[in-house]
């Protein structure tokens, strides 16, 4: 087989790569490791009920708005349904310690009314934080459309600026601090190293507004493989991409584990820097890349468990909800911090139809150092001790849930994914959630390698979510195709 383009992996990255260079007229393979397309994303069923992993909510999916222009620039715009989250409360955030809860409203001024009313010796500071992620999320030319492309890279010393150091030059209030900073549970890094630049990226398309996908991230890996059928991709899923072929420092295309080899001009890898170094030969990258790829600072891994509900409470009906037990928000995973004690965002799941929510999902930080004794353990051969660790935690997630959220009333745990999980189901060695840090000191990679014809493409590029991949496929496909006449054709899709 030949082809103009391989993508190794098919998280939403891979996936709108292939389908922006098809949309093209290029010949595309996408390769994928496991036997479905984008398995995380897509989520998984249990007792009858679905559960959303890798999507639960996104922002700046208005109509007219930068994800939805992404969307309908891919051609999956149509094949998608919708479901906008509650306008007066889009995510809740509980503070059990002192009996404190806040809703957070769609749109700049309704959230800032709100907390001026709670705050209300805070005001000078809240407007300047809502001005400083407004600003910054209209200052990126990946964001705002309207910006010429050659914004990207201007100097913006966000990024040299911790969440923390921010919010602390801003507030008196710890607790607000720590209101305003949980929403990095949704990309990986404590407030004490995220940038305020990722944060107020990731903020402020959800002050902007906030959507689901009817059928969740199902819906969208399905929306996508149907665009590559009728562009002719060829998706081959369940084999493993061994070596990148290379040859006088150019990609040629890729070995695969049973031996055969795919021939292609180029090669983008959407998969973790660190899995990409085992496919090439040593000598392909130079020392010092080998180390900078090695020496990457990680997004935390977590513990995600799934649930079942006989009433479903209305807490999680079209909004999230985040259980903060103390404000101590930057030594959040460490191993030694009890799973009580550690913040929990919680999201509804459906019934497998579609028809009703009767579900949920619980997130919580975790390390892969708490997984140490199972370590070279593989998702078939785990002792019966990790099953026997599950269950604790089961247990434990369920009665401390259920105290500091009586409104559930009653819920059946049916499974618990582990770091392990991630690493193994993911192909990412550290088992993170979000792959590399985007934290403020440490530099992203580019979508550029040293050997002509490699791309890298991912979260890690750009940022995090739907929005940060799908970000990054264009990102690197404007290497390929040219970065103006991409961003223009984009723009026409508005």
Request: charged share 20%; aromatic share 8%; glycine share 10%.
């Amino acid at each position: 087989m030949k082809f103009d383009h391989i993508v190794i992996g098919s998280g939403i990255s891979g996936l709108a790569c292939a389908v922006i260079l098809a949309q093209r007229g290029r010949r595309v393979a996408v390769v994928e490791k496991t036997g479905q397309a984008a398995p995380l994303l897509k989520g998984f069923e249990r007792k009858g009920l679905h559960f959303d992993t890798g999507f639960h909510y996104t922002g700046a999916y208005g109509r007219g708005e930068v994800l939805d222009v992404y969307f309908r620039c891919l051609g999956i715009e149509d094949g998608l349904t919708k479901v906008p989250y509650d306008a007066d409360c889009f995510d809740a955030a509980r503070f059990p310690l002192d009996d404190f809860s806040f809703g957070f409203p769609q749109g700049y001024d309704r959230l800032r009314q709100r907390l001026h009313a709670d705050y209300p010796g805070e005001k000078a500071g809240i407007d300047a934080y809502l001005r400083i992620v407004a600003e910054e999320f209209d200052r990126s030319p990946h964001l705002n459309l309207d910006l010429p492309f050659d914004a990207v890279g201007a100097f913006n010393p966000l990024h040299e600026q911790s969440v923390a150091s921010c919010l602390g030059g801003l507030f008196r209030d710890e607790r607000l601090r720590a209101l305003l900073s949980l929403h990095f549970l949704l990309y990986g890094v404590e407030p004490g190293q995220a940038s305020m630049a990722l944060h107020a990226q990731v903020c402020g398309s959800l002050y902007q507004s906030v959507h689901g996908i009817k059928g969740g991230g199902k819906s969208l890996v399905a929306a996508l493989t149907r665009r590559l059928e009728e562009l002719g991709v060829v998706l081959l899923t369940g084999r493993n991409v061994k070596r990148i072929e290379v040859a006088s420092g150019h990609c040629r295309g890729v070995a695969l584990e049973d031996g055969e080899v795919v021939r292609a001009d180029a090669c983008i890898a959407a998969i973790h820097p660190c899995s990409l170094l085992s496919m090439v030969d040593e000598a392909a990258f130079r020392p010092a890349t080998r180390r900078r790829f090695q020496a990457y600072e990680e997004t935390s891994s977590g513990f995600m468990f799934s649930a079942a509900v006989d009433t479903f409470p209305n807490i999680l009906d079209r909004k999230n909800l985040f259980l903060c037990p103390d404000l101590d928000l930057d030594g959040y995973c460490r191993p030694d911090r009890p799973i009580e004690k550690r913040p929990f965002f919680l999201a509804a799941a459906g019934a497998a139809d579609g028809s009703s929510a009767r579900g949920m999902i619980l997130l919580c930080p975790a390390s892969m150092e708490e997984m140490r004794p199972w370590l070279n353990s593989g998702p078939r051969d785990r002792p019966e001790s990790y099953r026997t660790t599950k269950q604790e935690l089961m247990n434990r997630v369920q009665a401390h849930v259920l105290r500091m959220v009586p409104e559930i009333g009653s819920m059946t745990m049916l499974d618990c994914a582990t770091p392990l999980t991630f690493r193994d189901w993911v192909n990412i060695p550290s088992g993170s959630l979000y792959g590399i840090k985007q934290k403020h000191g440490q530099i992203a990679p580019s979508p550029l390698t040293k050997i002509k014809g490699l791309l890298l493409t991912g979260q890690a590029l750009t940022g995090p979510g739907v929005l940060g991949a799908t970000i990054s496929a264009f990102l690197t496909c404007g290497f390929i195709l040219g970065p103006e006449t991409l961003r223009k054709e984009v723009q026409q899709c508005r």
